[in-house]
C-alpha cells in the first residue's frame, strides 16, 4: 500500500473518479500493525479501490476534517467525496472490514 506524502497528493488521490480507500494508520498503533497482517488479501480482493494510507499524526488537520477519531480507520472517497467510513471499532478483523466493503 503506497503511504501519502503529503496534503497535495492526498487531495489529488481523493479526487479521482476511481474510489480511492485510505487507510489512517500511525506508528505506535498495535491494531494498525494487526491489520497489516490481513490487510493485503482484502486488498488483493477489492481491486476495483485503489489502495493507500496515510499517518493520522502527520496530517492530523485531515484526520480531523474527515472524522478520524480512532485508528486503523478505512475511509472511502470518489470525486474529493467521503464515501464511506469504517471507524477503528469495527475494523478489526480480516470479517469486519470484507462486510463494510460488500456493505458500499
Not at 36 to 47: K, P, S
Not at 60 to 82: C, H, Q, R, T
Not at 94 to 101: T, Y
Request: aromatic share 12%; hydrophobic share 40%.
Amino acid at each position: 500500500m503506497e503511504r501519502v506524502q503529503s496534503k497535495d497528493q492526498f487531495q489529488q488521490l481523493i479526487s479521482q473518479e476511481k474510489p480511492v480507500i485510505m487507510k489512517f494508520t500511525a506508528g505506535w498503533c498495535p491494531d494498525c500493525r494487526r491489520m497489516d497482517m490481513f490487510i493485503d488479501d482484502i486488498i488483493a480482493e477489492y481491486t476495483q479501490y485503489d489502495w493507500y494510507e496515510i499517518d493520522r499524526d502527520e496530517f492530523p488537520e485531515l484526520a480531523e476534517k474527515y472524522d478520524v477519531m480512532g485508528i486503523p480507520s478505512l475511509l472511502i472517497f470518489k470525486n474529493s467525496e467521503k464515501q464511506a467510513h469504517l471507524h477503528s471499532a469495527n475494523a478489526k478483523s480480516p470479517e469486519q472490514v470484507i462486510e463494510f466493503l460488500q456493505s458500499i
